[in-house]
């Protein structure tokens, strides 16, 4: 336990939850200049949480390492503290505390003694009445105990650091609206070209520090522009016009986009030289057919790619159903209701004069052509000119999309979508969720792309309903 007095008064002492550990065994490293206390139920618990093959176990052994290896060969008095750079860390120039011995600490009647939270919360206090002119601050991912701790006077506060934004608002959408005077501003020294079907602007002014490669900008009053950012160079910026998907000659498996949004997703799902897109957008805007309508007619009639691959967290709704029976694929099927629904609309679009005997043959060759894959076995795999579709995919943390998204071998196409206001996993929010994570981290590279989807195209009452309820 922390016995000396801080050295600096703006040195503050973090009391971190097991849940916290548990979430990020990385964060040990996170609190820069500042110290670190672990009370003994936390390191009991985290034992507890240790065995099985779990996220949350996983996370508890790693935890645990953590804190052999900087507990093993200290240097000093373990009271003293243990330097939390040792390990490499360069960042954390702080200490970590393990409470050594047994404090005594008053509890209030109304807190049940010998419960974990309440027994962390006695510490909190202790630390506070030892180290008056330091700040005591608990980090705990359990929203209940920081709130008990706040009713006992004392400082908590949530774990930030898994946190890609603050707020949700300000993600990244991939696409930008321009203001009426955009050629005004940006229309000298402008050159233009036709290449490939499509007219290219290099333009400079004021907007073009504020583009991102592959970022599609529009304008439409006056002489329509939708357009997509191919580079980007301090002002300088070369746009380069679209291909219309919402035309019925550049239909896609038969579908064809239904409003601004769509269109610019169908230009990103059907350019070969994207490896990598993110779709985020509510119920009904389209985001698993137009990506399963792409994917088919590439694979299909492009031959671009072997086959379709689609995944997804296997996270309940409402109460768990239990073991399914079968083979992976089949034990799979009751999650991917979404895919037979719009395999259905898509071979209907597709197959309008082919009668039932047609659909019928066409349905099997689409059936032969995706497979359908658990997360659980992803690990060690390579996916070679693949089309991966993961489906769902704001329920994934950071670590779980990293390991989906480096699945991806020479000529895979990764395509992930989700709704971040649809999270069920515990512990994930709009901020830390792995969807959110890849959006701002593959903003601006040259070989990905994405779009927040606005409008739902399901129906009147889908749209209804996702507006007042």
Not at 340 to 357: C, F, I, K, M
């Amino acid at each position: 336990m922390p016995t000396r007095k801080a050295t600096r008064s703006d040195t503050k002492l973090f009391v971190l939850d097991t849940n916290v550990l548990m979430h990020d065994p990385t964060s040990l490293f996170r609190f820069e200049e500042h110290d670190i206390c672990l009370p003994m139920f936390v390191l009991e618990e985290l034992d507890n949480k240790k065995k099985g093959m779990t996220e949350v176990a996983r996370n508890a052994r790693q935890a645990s390492r953590y804190l052999d290896d900087l507990v093993s060969d200290a240097p000093l008095k373990i009271e003293d503290g243990i330097l939390l750079d040792k390990l490499g860390n360069k960042n954390a120039t702080g200490r970590l505390f393990l409470q050594t011995q047994f404090i005594k600490y008053e509890l209030p009647p109304t807190l049940e003694s010998g419960k974990a939270d309440n027994a962390i919360l006695g510490v909190l206090m202790a630390l506070q009445i030892e180290q008056p002119k330091r700040s005591v601050i608990l980090v705990s991912k359990d929203i209940n105990m920081r709130i008990k701790a706040r009713a006992l006077g004392l400082e908590a506060q949530d774990y930030f650091n898994d946190k890609v934004l603050e707020d949700s608002d300000l993600l990244y959408t991939g696409v930008l609206g321009l203001p009426e005077d955009f050629w005004e501003s940006h229309g000298k020294d402008m050159q233009s070209w036709q290449q490939d079907g499509h007219t290219w602007y290099k333009i400079k002014g004021p907007l073009c520090p504020a583009f991102f490669t592959n970022q599609f900008v529009y304008l439409e009053s006056g002489t329509p522009l939708y357009a997509k950012v191919v580079s980007q160079e301090g002002d300088t910026a070369t746009l380069r016009t679209l291909t219309d998907y919402t035309h019925q000659k550049n239909a896609v498996w038969g579908i064809t986009a239904r409003n601004r949004e769509q269109n610019f997703v169908f230009n990103l799902l059907m350019d070969p030289d994207i490896d990598f897109v993110t779709l985020l957008g509510q119920a009904g805007t389209g985001k698993t057919l137009l990506t399963l309508a792409a994917g088919l007619w590439q694979t299909l009639e492009k031959k671009l790619y072997a086959e379709i691959i689609i995944t997804r967290v296997t996270v309940p709704v409402g109460e768990d159903i239990g073991f399914l029976p079968g083979t992976e694929e089949e034990k799979m099927t009751p999650w991917m209701g979404a895919l037979e629904d719009n395999l259905d609309v898509l071979n209907q679009s597709e197959n309008t004069d082919a009668g039932d005997w047609g659909r019928a043959a066409t349905r099997d060759l689409i059936k032969s052509r995706v497979k359908i894959k658990s997360l659980n076995f992803m690990r060690g795999r390579t996916f070679l000119n693949k089309f991966l579709i993961i489906d769902e995919a704001q329920n994934l943390t950071p670590k779980q999309m990293k390991t989906l998204v480096t699945r991806a071998g020479p000529g895979t196409k990764v395509v992930c979508m989700g709704n971040i206001a649809q999270i069920d996993t515990p512990y994930l929010t709009e901020g830390s969720s792995g969807l959110t994570y890849v959006v701002d981290r593959f903003k601006g590279w040259d070989h990905s792309g994405h779009v927040t989807l606005m409008r739902g195209e399901r129906s009147r009452l889908a749209d209804h309903a996702a507006e007042v309820l």
